[in-house]
């Protein structure tokens, strides 16, 4: 495919989980999704969304689709992407308690535990605040949700949700990463897709 002049193409992981509700923020915000199962669909993408879904089986379809190399390849060369829950996980430098063959794409400097807000029935939703996206609340709707429990100096905390755990990171930034432990697509609210697409266009 040859890339229109003027538009923005981002890509969204669709080996599994939850990529089609990612699309339409990225169609709401103007810019144009790109579905990537193989690595040629990373040619022309600006930013690249993993979205939420079981990082487990997500890893294994990242190594079976050769994408595991390209992707990595462009992390390091500055792409903008942005992690949501599975999608975090895949992103983190150190995953607590991961499949042993799960890989680690280690493009954020956090340390994560999967599960750790309780399985499915244990979902919720609570009232975040994002300072870098306006005032109002950001509803975070939270599944099968990953905890971060350490953060690197680099990483910039841009939410945490104060339980009886303390005030763990729940969004955080570094350089051309942003990951969020929740959906931020399932609410129809694009401020941190916004905030993504921002990360895009400043490139
Ligand atoms: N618990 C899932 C995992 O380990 C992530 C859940 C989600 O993406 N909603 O991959």
Do not use: W
Request: with cysteine; hydrophobic share 40%.
């Amino acid at each position: 495919m040859s890339p229109k002049k003027d538009a923005t193409y981002i890509g969204v992981l669709a080996l599994q989980g939850n990529f089609r509700m990612h699309e339409y923020a990225v169609e709401r915000l103007g810019a144009t999704p790109i579905e990537v199962k193989l690595p040629s669909d990373l040619d022309i993408v600006q930013g690249l969304i993993i979205p939420g879904g079981e990082s487990t089986t997500m890893s294994i379809l990242l190594a079976t689709s050769e994408l595991i190399e390209p992707m990595s390849k462009l992390i390091e060369d500055g792409l903008p992407v942005f992690g949501t829950c599975a999608g975090m996980i895949l992103l983190a430098s150190n995953l607590s308690d991961g499949r042993s063959d799960q890989i680690s794409l280690g493009a954020i400097d956090i340390s994560v535990q999967r599960n750790a807000f309780g399985r499915q029935p244990n979902s919720f939703e609570c009232d975040l605040s994002v300072a870098k996206i306006g005032l109002h609340p950001f509803r975070g709707v939270f599944i099968r949700a990953p905890l971060v429990y350490s953060v690197g100096r680099d990483v910039e905390v841009l939410s945490r949700l104060s339980d009886e755990r303390g005030a763990s990171p729940v969004l955080c930034k570094q350089d051309n990463i942003l990951v969020g432990s929740f959906h931020p697509e399932l609410t129809g609210d694009d401020r941190i897709h916004k905030l993504f697409l921002s990360m895009v266009y400043s490139q």
